[in-house]
């Protein structure tokens, strides 16, 4: 398969880049091939609802979505990786997520696979509640096939007590595909 990864971290080292690493180092040994965005560190302005691109088509902004929507349609899997700052995706992912909306009806049609990495400091369930929702609609919205979910809770540092456990979930994922 031809995956694609949005990662959604500023942190290179962080614990959702970590798991990130993981997934890709099983899902590569399993023969799939990954493309990786890391939409921190690219230029992607947030979606201004001008409705330009009609919902099919060009966008108003000259940035780098287009390559990645373009990427999305040419793979198999979405791969969505964040950190949970304020209950949801972070806000850099979250701007590229919102800019799927000049190709929804190509992506929807496409019937892509998916999976969600998450990756919170804190250990109780109202931390991960808001992305779960979230995630639960993306994934009915754009018509994905979702493969796995990590929500990684109490993993708000590299070297916290729950990292092995979440690594070896990540790397297992993607080993699973």
Excluded at 21 to 43: C, M, Q, V, W, Y
Excluded at 44 to 62: A, K, Q, S, T
Excluded at 87 to 111: C, E, L, M, P, T
Excluded at 137 to 153: E, S, T, V, W
């Amino acid at each position: 398969m031809k995956i694609v990864v949005l990662t959604g971290s500023p942190h290179k080292t962080g614990t959702s880049n970590t798991l990130v690493n993981e997934f890709i180092r099983g899902a590569e040994e399993n023969g799939h091939t990954i493309k990786r965005f890391d939409t921190p560190f690219l230029s992607i302005h947030p979606c201004i609802g001008c409705d330009h691109c009609g919902m099919n088509g060009p966008c108003v902004f000259d940035d780098d979505m287009p390559k990645i929507l373009d990427t999305i349609l040419e793979s198999d899997m979405i791969v969505f990786a964040t950190p949970i700052y304020y209950f949801v995706f972070s806000a850099q992912i979250k701007s590229a997520i919102d800019r799927f909306y000049s190709r929804n009806g190509q992506i929807q049609r496409k019937h892509l696979k998916s999976a969600f990495l998450a990756t919170a400091w804190n250990h109780d369930e109202q931390v991960m509640s808001g992305i779960k929702k979230h995630i639960d609609i993306l994934i009915d919205y754009l018509n994905l096939d979702n493969q796995g979910m990590i929500l990684a809770k109490g993993y708000g540092y590299p070297g916290a007590s729950t990292e092995n456990k979440y690594k070896e979930e990540a790397y297992n994922l993607g080993r699973s595909l």
